[in-house]
C-alpha cells in the first residue's frame, strides 16, 4: 500500500534527476504530489469546430502535423509555423523564440494545443501549451476534461498527470475521511478521497466543482484550527474582571468629546469579553483616525481598576512614545501614571522599570518589543493591548501573552484588511471593526499630479504654511538606488531648504537614524518648530499631529494601496481641510487603476478590498511576515463563503473538542499547519 509519506522516487519513471527537478515545483513526497492541483483545464469532450471560433479568444485543437518551419519576421524574434490538419480544416499553430521545439514536432504526430486564436482566413493559435498524442492510450483517454499542471521543461504537464494517475490506481493510506458523516452531509461535502480523484481527473463540470469546494472547505478548516490550535491547546481559564469601572468612567465623562456609536459598540464587545472567566481575543480593526485609542485606554483601565498590570506594546519607537505621551496626558489625573520601555533607554532606564513591573509598583506599561524581553516579568498582568498586530508575528504576540496567566489581548490594527483575510489571518479572534469616524472630521482631498504641476504644488504649499498649517513630503527610500530613479529624502530635503522654502524649518527623518533622533525630530514637528517633515515610510503608522494638514508623497506609483492610504491618514487628524497630493506618473494599468482608486475614494475597507483584487493576498499581506502557510487550491478573494462555512465548523469542533477521537485525522492536518506557521515566523523555512 503507498503511503503519502513515501518519496516519488517510488513512482516510476521518477529517478533521481526527475525527483530533483521535481523538488523546484515544491514535490517531495507522494502526499506532495497529490497536493499539486491544477491551475486549469481543458475541456477535450467538446472541441469547437474551426470555423466556430473567434479571434483573442483561447480555445483548443486537435489535429495531425504537417510541417513544421522557422521564419524569422525581424532581427531578434524567431518563429516556429506548425501546419496542422484537423477534422474540420486546416489550421496553424505558432511559437515564438521556442527554438528547442521543432525536433519534437515531427511531421505525421497527432498534437493537442491550446491558445489565442489570431487574425486570418486560416485558424492560427499561438499557443500557450501544447501536448503530442503519441500512443493508443492518449487517443482513448483524450475526450474528457483534461487537468493542466505546472511543470518544468524536464517534468511537462503531462508527465505530471500521468505520475498522479500512476498513484490513484493504487491503494494509497493516508487518504481516510477524517470528517464525520454528520458533517459531511450538514455542510453538503463530497468525500475526501473521492474529491482528490475528482479534482485532477474530474468526470464532469459539477463533480470538478464539488471536488474544489470540499478542498477548499478543508483547507480554510485546517487553517483556522491551526490558527486556534495554542488557545485550544492552552485552554486556561480566563480572568473575569470587575463589573464596577470607576476609572473608565470618570475617563470617559472628562473627554470633551462624545464617543461614536462605533466606538460604543466596541467597548461594549470587549467589556462582555473582559468580565466573562474565558481570556480575551479580539481584532480591533478601524480605519485612520477613527478612535482606537480611546478603547484600548477602556481595556488598560478596566484591568487597572481590579489591581492588575496592562500593557500596550507598539511597533515603533516613535509610535510608543506618542501612546507613552497620550496617555500620560490623560491617565495620570486619575492616578494612573505610566512607564516607558524601549531599546534606546539606557540599562539603568531598563532596569527601573524592570522592577516596578516586577514588584507591581508599574500599573500600566507601554513599550516596543523591549517588553517581550526575558528580563522583563510582571506581578500580575491582565490585559495586553497590541497596536498595529500586522507588524508583529506570531511568536511575538504569544511571548507577550505568556508573561502573564491567559491575560485578555486585544490587538489593534489602522490598515483595513479586508474581512476574508482578517478571519484568516486571526483566525483565533475575534472580530471588531470601528467603521465610524468621529465627528468634525473632514474627507481628505486627493490629488494625483504630474511632474508639471511640482511648481502649482509648491505654490499650494506654501500658501498652506503661511496659514499656520505644517505638511509632510514622504519618499521611498534614503539611500542612491541605481535600480530606481527616485527622489532621495535627504537631496530632496536640502533641496526644499535651500531653494524652495528657506524662510522655513524643515526636518528629515528616515528609518536608519538613531531612535533618539527620531523622537527628536517628531517632538520638534509635533510642537510646531518645524514647518515640513520630509520622511520616508517611518511615518505611516501612527505619527499623530493635529496641525498636519497636507501630504506630499514622491513616486506614488511606487506604493501599494494600503500603505499609500496610511500615509494619507496622517493628515486631517483636525477638523481643519486636508490635502493629499500624489506625485506620480504611472505607466502601468494597474500603477493608474491605484492613484484612481486613491483620488476617488477615502474607505480604508474599499480601498484594502480593491488592494486584494489587484495584488492578491499573498502581495498585499506577505505570508512569511505572517507567518500565514500559502493556500493551495483556496481564493481569498472570491472564496469567502466558503471560507465563513469552515470557521462555522471550527468553531463547533472547537466546542466539541478538537481532542475528540472522531478529530484525529483533523488534528493532525491542524497541527501541521501550526508548526508550519510558527517555522514561517521564525524563518526557518
Known sequence: MLQLQEPITVLKGIGKQRALDLQKLGIVTVGDLLGHYPYRYEDRSHLKPLRDMQEGDTETVLGTIVQA???YPRRGLKLLRVS????????????????????????????VATGKVG?????????????????????RSFQRIIPVYRGTERNSSKAIRNYIEQVLQQEIAGLDEFLPE???????????REAVRQIHFPDDWQQLNMARHRLVFDEFLELTLGLQLHSIIEKKAGIAHEKAEPLAGRFFRQLPFALTNAQKKVILEIKKDMERPTAMKRL???????????VAVYALLK???????????APTEILAEQHYLNLKGMLEPLGVTPELLTGSLSKKEREVVYDKLRDGNCKLAVGTHALIQKQVQFANLGVVVIDEQHRFGVRQRLALENKGRAPDVLVMTATPIPRSLALTLYGDMD????DELPPGRQAIKTYCIGEAKREALYHFLGQQIAAGYQAYVVCPLVEESEKMDLENATQLADHLAANVFPQYAIGLLHGKMHPRDKADIMEQFRSGHLQILVSTTVIEVGVDVPNANVMVIENAERFGLAQLHQLRGRVGRGSSQAHCFLVAEPKTDEGKRRMTVMVKSSDGFAIAEEDLLLRGAGEVLGTRQHGLPDLKIADLVHDVKILEQSRQLAAEITEI?????????????????????????????
Open 69 to 71: 518551419q522557422d521564419l
Open 84 to 111: 496542422l490538419r484537423c477534422a474540420d480544416g486546416n489550421a496553424v499553430l505558432v511559437w515564438f523564440n521556442q527554438n528547442h521545439l521543432k525536433g519534437k514536432l515531427q511531421p505525421g504526430l497527432q498534437i
Open 119 to 139: 487574425k486570418g482566413h486560416v485558424r492560427q493559435i499561438s499557443v500557450s501549451d501544447f501536448e503530442l498524442l503519441e500512443d493508443a492510450d492518449d487517443l
Open 182 to 192: 454528520e458533517q459531511i452531509g450538514q455542510y453538503h461535502l463530497l468525500g475526501y
Open 284 to 294: 480591533v480593526q478601524g480605519d485612520v483616525g477613527s478612535g482606537k485609542t480611546m
Open 303 to 313: 484591568a487597572v481598576t481590579g489591581g492588575y498590570q496592562a500593557v500596550l506594546m
Open 431 to 434: 472580530l471588531s471593526i470601528i
Open 657 to 685: 473538542g478538537l481532542e475528540q477521537p472522531q478529530y484525529a485525522g483533523l488534528r493532525q492536518k491542524a497541527e501541521r499547519v501550526y508548526q508550519r506557521r510558527l517555522q514561517l515566523q521564525d524563518g526557518q523555512i
